[in-house]
């Protein structure tokens, strides 16, 4: 089952994506953390990717389609994979699918997650992170422990692109260059649907109906 989660930022797809995949046995491919795995790594791809991350702004599309074609070509996404933050535009739209089609591939359901903007920016500027990949939100769904991890007891950190006026481009941005897809994947009807707005259970209870038809 070849899934993508599409929906602006901090509309819950890191959050699901880790229950789909737990649930599925497909691997979780977000562009995010690929990028910020290089950034740490200091790699020149992180290099070039932090300054357009930190202020909120999209990367160019040859890094984004260099990870992922490389991603892709790995062999745990022979049986299946889920796309988390990609693609974020129509060029990144048309190179995978160029990328699937040469590998005889092609994606069975694009996931679309809905939020309003309200919504967002609080879960946004409610976000933490730990360095072990866990996420929190000092509201929605807090750590047991003020800011310390529950799984590895680190220290939660807010990400700089969830401070408030990356928040506000990043949603900006989002309108601009990733909104469309939702018509180019309509258009393939390969779009559904998912009502962001509910709690966590709820949503991944919608979005497992929603697989069933496919997996
Ligand atoms: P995205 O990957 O789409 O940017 P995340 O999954 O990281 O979004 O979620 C953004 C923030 O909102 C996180 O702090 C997360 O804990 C919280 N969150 C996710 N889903 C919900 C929800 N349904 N209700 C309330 N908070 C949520
Ligand atoms: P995310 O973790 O999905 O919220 O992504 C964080 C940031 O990484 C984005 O704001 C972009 O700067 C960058 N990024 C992630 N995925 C992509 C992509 N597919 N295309 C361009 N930039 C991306």
Do not use: W
């Not at 819950?12 to 795995?37: F, N």
């Not at 003020?146 to 590895?152: A, G, K, P, R, T």
């Amino acid at each position: 089952m070849n899934v993508i989660l599409l929906g602006p930022p901090g509309a819950g797809k890191g959050t699901q994506a880790k229950k789909i995949v737990e649930s599925y046995s497909i691997p979780h491919i977000s562009t995010g953390d690929m990028l910020r795995e290089n950034i740490n790594n200091s790699t020149p791809l992180g290099i070039k990717a932090s300054s357009y991350m930190s202020k909120g702004e999209l990367v160019p599309d040859e890094l984004s389609i260099t990870i992922i074609k490389d991603r892709l070509s790995r062999t745990d996404c022979s049986k299946g994979f889920l796309l988390d933050g990609y693609p974020r535009t129509i060029p990144q739209a048309d190179a995978l699918q160029m990328i699937l089609t040469e590998s005889d591939r092609k994606i069975d359901v694009v996931l679309n997650i809905e939020v309003y903007d309200e919504e967002l920016i609080k879960r946004l500027s409610g976000r933490r992170m730990c360095k072990c990949g866990a996420s929190y939100h000092m509201i929605f769904n807090p750590p047991e422990n003020d800011e310390i991890c529950d799984l590895c007891k680190g220290k939660l950190f807010q990400r700089d692109d969830d401070k408030e006026e990356a928040i506000r481009n990043r949603l900006t941005v989002y309108k601009k260059q990733t909104q469309p897809l939702i018509e180019y994947y309509t258009k393939k009807k390969l779009i559904r649907t998912i009502n962001g707005g509910q709690d966590i259970p709820q949503i991944f209870k919608d979005i497992k109906k929603v697989l069933k038809e496919y997996d």
